[in-house]
């Protein structure tokens, strides 16, 4: 079948529209899944799709489906990525990819038959900004959401299931948002980088070989709340100086002996005045490998220093391991699509490992799943400041549909 352009204006004139929505006022985007801009942002794509004729779908997880869902009868090529984003996020994590999939699917669509139906997915609340399961859709997708979703809470106290339900999904009912294994050909996911390698090594595309894992813990400490002038220092319970002062270190140091990253990422205090010593704190502790048995060892170390850091400081210590995903290396035969789609336009590739979790990590569990990186400016994300160059932008939707056409054009494609 001939290779076809992507409308890069079309495109990149996508990516800008959902950057309004939910836009904060430093300049960045805050659309934590299910909030009401995550939504808008859904309802933004289902409407591009119907525009373009495409049939839609929304599962119980709260996963649009752009295009024809997986049905029995035929094995269908997932695209995907996610719409919700961090707090203060830039314009392009997640929505670059479910916009270059759509894009995608509606032009392999007006080629007419394809030996594979190819399909969009938003995967619902990947990056757990407010509900802190991350991978919620394509973990429910890939029918690995057990029951203790349900008790999830948000960082705020809000009940992941009431959100869910007024999102318009169903908790009581996530199990059919699984998807068969035997409906499914591969999953394929383009994605910034959020790092610094294609850039500094010039490269226009990556192929992700490898996706790092991660452990995330709730720690709570609870202190005495106190004056801050007239309790003696010695007998203090101070929440603060155990949490901020020594915690946040003892994490930062795990990376000497233990994991390739960790990070205390969100801290709240209480009651957080100015003359008094802080009696809670909540902190979230990120801890990420690519080795698995390591990262457990070194989530089990974080707690072990978390625990002993609270006994010398007379603090209560409770540490939940509140979410995890393993790390998960790609299908070598889609690399190997994918570097060959890139071939034929000439356009050099390097493969890397992303330190950032992603979507295609968790359906790599029921499917082959592969990654496209494109360059981030300054290896730069999970800020406003996050950007990418135009060119390089459309340049990886060009090649996540030539390798989706190549995949979905005839029958065995991927071996
Ligand atoms: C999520 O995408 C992360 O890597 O933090
Ligand atoms: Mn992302």
Sequence with gaps: MPA?????????????????????????????????????????????????????????????????????????????????????????????????????????????????????????????????????????????????????????????????????????AIEQAGLDLHQLLAYLELHIEQGPVLERERMPIGIVDLIVGRVQLEVELTGAAAHAGTTPMPGRSDACAAAAAEIVLAVEDLVADWCQVATVCRIEAAPNSPNTITGLVRLTVDVRDTDEGQLHQAADEAVRRIESIAQRRTVKASCTRAASSKPALTDAALRRSIAAAAARRAVPTLPLTSGAGHDAQVMADITPAAMIFVPSIGGVSHTPHEDNSPDDVVLGAQMLQDTALALTSHPGSLA
């Design 4 to 172: 076809q352009s992507v409308n890069g204006d079309r495109l990149l004139r996508g990516v800008t529209e959902l950057a309004q929505i939910g836009r904060s006022e430093s300049g960045g985007v805050t659309r934590p899944g299910f909030s009401p801009a995550d939504l808008d942002a859904h309802h933004y794509m289902v409407r591009e799709a119907e525009n373009s004729g495409l049939p839609t779908a929304v599962d119980a997880a709260r996963n649009p489906w752009l295009g024809p869902r997986p049905h029995p009868g035929t094995t269908t090529l997932v695209l995907g990525s996610h719409l919700d984003t961090v707090v203060d996020a830039g314009t392009l994590n997640g929505t670059y990819g479910v916009v270059s999939a759509l894009e995608a699917v509606d032009n392999l669509a007006s080629l007419g038959f394809l030996a594979h139906p190819v399909v969009t997915v938003a995967f619902a609340n990947e990056e757990g900004a407010r509900h802190p399961r991350p991978f919620w859709g394509s973990l429910a997708a890939s029918g690995q959401l057990l029951t203790p979703a349900a008790a999830t809470t948000a960082y705020d106290g809000a009940l992941l299931r009431g959100a869910l339900a007024r999102a318009g999904g169903n908790l009581d």
